[in-house]
């Protein structure tokens, strides 16, 4: 029995298609800037609530219906009893899948102890957002090629194997493009099942296997502190692979093939097949297949990737002399702030004098509030803030 379905998904989506003000105070506030920018709100809110009415008749629970259909569901006029209802309602079914979620969790965690370590690397990490770049199929194998560049696992291309299928079921066939949201693994009497709910477009899809494994491949190191950096576009092939480490092993990775690279030249050289750079386009020939990549849409240092994982941040842990905490956290050097907040944190303790100093010297803005409350909790736990510092961050401390 699946704990992850895609009704469960749609009913904890939907629970969000009409957020309300939770508080009068915070009512008061709308209707005060709303007048301030002469911005109708009123108009506005029965404007959202028609554009969602047809959906949320469809989930919300019988008690809310009426206030759906006179339009007061996000109205200040709404009775503040069936406001908190509602509200709780919207808690209690974010929890609920929450505890889904958790329960998928578990399972996938027992499924993987049984599975090689290259998987279990692979689950080690979330797969969130992940895009899958390529679908093949191989008699009764599949393979799952996902690229991860927009979700949260290091691994940035990972290929996942399912061997000895034996049965799949989806209510859409799988897309190059889509993204994967959620996802369980099972162990079953069979050997594993796999179920994800993919976004773009939306589909379940659960396959059923007798093993499986994987592959998994990183970006190096350079190639995300030159992304961050926004200096890849402007970065040549050439100058891009002086800066790689040549003790390391390289694979070429397209959206149609893996080739490991031999050696870097003015073009690279592969394993089985040939790399061309030219004026307006790369050309990839491997066995009898050609492809062509347009490098308006293509950049080639996108297909470069290693099987050496560098932390791309590792200098961002690299301590502050204590001398120099104060002066640096409160500097205008980003990666030397960085530094002293790291440095700090790790050791509230013995540095709990210049932590009070700094939290009560630093300036809280609109941008650095979020970081800052982050790291004040943090000191806050590690019961080292004096009153005038507590007092100053009652409100931020999580």
């Keep these: 029995m699946w704990n992850l379905t895609k009704e469960a998904k749609e009913k904890f989506s939907k629970c969000h298609l009409l957020p309300i003000h939770e508080s009068d105070d915070d009512w008061k506030m709308a209707l005060r800037e709303a007048k301030t920018e ?164 939306e589909a379940e899809w659960t396959i059923t296997m007798k093993g499986m494994n994987a592959q998994y491949y990183y970006r190096p190191m350079m190639y995300t502190r030159l992304r961050d950096e926004e200096k890849l576009e402007e970065t040549s092939l050439t100058e891009y692979v002086s800066l790689l480490n040549p003790d390391y092993r390289y694979s070429l990775i397209t959206p149609h093939l893996r080739s490991n690279i031999n050696a870097f030249t003015d073009n690279l050289i592969l394993d089985k097949g040939k790399f061309e750079l030219g004026q307006n386009e790369i050309v990839v020939s491997v066995e009898n297949q050609r492809f062509i990549y347009d490098l308006t849409e293509y950049n080639p240092i996108q297909f470069i990737y290693t099987d050496v994982y560098e932390d791309p941040y590792a200098h961002f842990n690299e301590p502050v002399p204590t001398e120099q905490i104060e002066a640096a956290a409160l500097g205008n050097d980003l990666e030397l702030q960085v530094r002293a907040w790291n440095t700090m944190y790790a050791n509230p303790k013995a540095l709990a004098d210049i932590i009070n100093r700094v939290l009560w010297k630093i300036q809280i803005t609109e941008e650095n509030q979020m970081m800052v409350s982050v790291y004040a909790s943090h000191f806050y736990k590690s019961e080292i803030l004096i009153e005038a510092v507590l007092e100053r961050y009652r409100n931020l401390i999580d």
């Design 38 to 201: 002469r911005e109708d709100l009123i108009a506005r809110l029965k404007e959202e609530l028609k554009e969602v009415k047809e959906e949320l008749l469809h989930v919300l629970p019988g008690r809310f219906i009426p206030y759906v259909e006179n339009g007061t569901l996000n109205q200040p006029t709404l009775p503040k009893k069936v406001r908190e209802d509602y509200l709780q309602w919207v808690q209690e079914t974010v929890k609920e899948f929450e505890q889904i979620l958790d329960a998928a969790h578990e399972q996938t965690l027992h499924a993987i102890a049984y599975l090689p370590m290259a998987v279990q690397d692979v689950f080690a990490e979330s797969l969130h957002d992940a895009i899958i770049e390529r679908i093949e199929r191989e008699g009764n194998t599949l393979h799952l090629y996902i690229n991860t560049d927009s979700g949260f696992s290091t691994k940035s291309h990972i290929h996942l194997i399912f061997n000895d299928v034996i049965i799949e079921e989806s209510d859409d066939l799988l897309q190059v493009g889509q993204l994967l949201i959620y996802y369980e693994l099972q162990k079953t009497d069979e050997g594993f099942a796999f179920r994800v709910l993919f976004d773009c477009p």
